[in-house]
């Protein structure tokens, strides 16, 4: 047996899942479980470092806790070794399960999968000729972008996306209590743990870090990690200093409007050569790309489109100069998802269209002093054009609505961010 197999799968010693993997329990953990026992495979995509391995170990401990051998868990990752599926799984059933897998109930975990050469028809005939085998996957990349996934695979697996830490559960792991019912009484400790929030990103691994570490943490162990090894690995690229140079100038300029032909001038480079390379950013999860809104899709593709980077640590770490409005509005985007903006030829604009179930409702994000109704004449315009009752700003200090024709603006401060989360999600 070879030493790798071993050393990822130490219960086969002593049964039991080693304390240092067990990690904390997210509220994720629960939708994982209540797929383990369907038929389809459970494949946890997400950034790196967001906890997708610990996450396998949580469950394969929660299968020992069930009364399953340890001898029919695998575990192995693609991270940093090139091995043949086919390969390991002889190894395994020749040295450990001691039978075919066919014969047994038996739990497979891959992590880090996308490093795999043509994993989905591995993968496939894996599943189609194993029906008594759970398979369990992760990987660091956009399965959207997953060239033919979707089609080979159909039917054949639950896709969870695995995020960053979100606020309420940032607060948890740092043992911080905020009653979420009388959030006026600790606005102060709320203004001052956002700030550090949007700093480390929501990672686990760089919540108790120092500020210089911080940085180097999210540079090195994260961004130049996943851009010089983990693309080029997947893609060969011929220029991946453009790959963090976009990176860089999305950092400088959040929700940065998105012209590929001028971004190519600036950089010197093909257009076309820009554009694959801001696909390649989509693909490693580190660019989200909003769409001028119409309730036709087609239409909003081929608008004008904004970009941030998926996680404020990222833009913090490559520019701590960026100021609070600029940071609140990428926030903003990454935590509600956001897939829209509107800007119309008469130059009015609105940050997000936050659209889900059918529901669409405008936010604006206006970190100012003082907001005054006439501030807010695109709003109103935009929601008398799509039929809208409410539209959301959020500001500094300003709480109170606007009111028009029927319609209303709802003005909440950043920092109630329950009351803004209730407001746009239900």
Request: aromatic share 12%; proline share 3%.
């Amino acid at each position: 047996m070879t030493i790798e197999l071993k050393n990822f799968n130490p219960w086969w010693k002593d049964g039991r899942v080693p304390s240092e993997l067990h990690g904390k329990r997210r509220v994720i953990f629960n939708e994982i479980e209540r797929y383990m026992d369907k038929r389809q495979f459970i494949l946890l995509t997400g950034l790196r470092r967001v906890g997708k391995t610990t996450l396998m170990y949580q469950v394969i401990d929660e299968l020992l806790t069930r009364g399953v051998s340890p001898y029919q868990i695998l575990y192995f990752s693609f991270d940093e070794i090139r091995s043949d599926l086919s390969e390991i799984i002889k190894e395994y059933e020749a040295d450990i399960l001691r039978e075919d897998i066919k014969k047994k109930k038996v739990f497979i975990f891959l992590d880090e999968i996308q490093k795999l050469n043509d994993w989905q028809s591995k993968v496939k005939l894996l599943y189609d000729l194993n029906p008594t085998v759970k398979l369990f996957l992760s990987g660091s990349a956009q399965i959207s972008m997953w060239r033919g996934t979707r089609e080979s695979l159909a039917g054949r697996f639950f896709d969870i996306k695995i995020s960053t830490l979100d606020f309420d559960e940032y607060l948890e792991f740092r043992g911080i209590e905020i009653d979420r019912e009388r959030d006026r009484i600790f606005e102060n400790e709320i203004k001052r743990h956002l700030l550090h929030f949007f700093k480390t990103g929501g990672f686990i691994e760089a919540l108790e870090l120092d500020e210089y570490t911080l940085r180097k943490y999210i540079k090195e162990s994260l961004l130049e990690r996943v851009i010089f090894i983990d693309v080029l690995q997947t893609f060969r690229l011929a220029l991946p200093e453009l790959l963090m140079k976009i990176t860089n100038i999305t950092a400088s300029r959040p929700g940065l409007y998105l012209d590929y032909k001028n971004l190519s001038n600036d950089l010197s480079i093909d257009q076309r050569t820009v554009t694959g390379y801001i696909s390649y950013l989509e693909y490693a999860l580190f660019l989200q790309k909003l769409y001028n809104y119409s309730p036709n899709l087609l239409t909003s593709e081929k608008k004008v489109k904004k970009l941030y980077l998926s996680n404020t640590a990222f833009t913090l770490a490559l520019n701590p100069q960026t100021g609070l409005p600029s940071i609140l509005e990428q926030f903003f985007a990454n935590h509600l998802n956001a897939r829209f903006f509107s800007r119309t030829p008469q130059k009015d604009e609105i940050d997000l269209i936050h659209v889900e179930d059918g529901k669409t409702i405008p936010v604006e994000i206006k970190i100012r002093d003082k907001i005054r109704k006439k501030d807010l004449k695109p709003i109103f315009r935009f929601l008398a054009k799509y039929n809208l009752k409410n539209a959301i700003i959020i500001t500094l200090d300003t709480e109170t609505d606007f009111q028009e024709n029927g319609r209303t603006i709802d003005a909440i401060p950043y920092w109630r961010y329950w009351r803004i989360n209730s407001r746009i999600k239900t």
